[in-house]
């Protein structure tokens, strides 16, 4: 099983990247639970995440600016960044939970992460 994450690269300020993350591999089940960035230096923090009732939650640094989305029949969840600022560069991992066939549990996934740069 892997998570594997896309879209990221180098854009000026004010513009947009959409990052994509795919899961695939011996997959019964998948609860996606959002995107996280890091910085070097600094604790990953969380950028937007799906709720256990189903709704959507954002840091308050991007809200009005990310989307989150996810397509469940490709098990692909999706970051529409807008307004890019130069504060957004990092590094950015998809985080899943996915339950494997013939498995009781649920195992914890990251991506492997795709780097954003964002130029002044």
């Known amino acids: 099983v892997q998570l594997q994450a896309s879209g990221g690269g180098l854009v000026q300020a004010g513009g947009s990247l959409r990052l994509s993350c795919a899961a695939s591999g011996n997959i019964f089940s998948i609860n996606i639970l959002g995107w996280y960035r890091q910085v070097p230096g600094k604790q990953r923090e969380l950028v937007a995440a799906?709720?256990?009732?189903?709704?959507?939650d954002y840091a308050d640094s991007v809200k009005g600016r990310f989307t989150i989305s996810r397509d469940n029949a490709k098990n692909t969840v999706y970051l529409q960044m807008n307004s890019l600022k130069p504060e957004d560069t990092a590094v950015y991992f998809c985080?899943?939970?996915?339950?494997?066939?013939?498995?009781?549990?649920?195992?914890?996934?990251w991506g492997q992460g795709t780097l954003v740069t964002v130029s002044s």
């Open positions: 985080n899943a939970d996915i339950r494997r066939y013939w498995s009781s549990s649920n195992i914890n996934y």
């Open positions: 799906f709720t256990s009732g189903g709704s959507t």
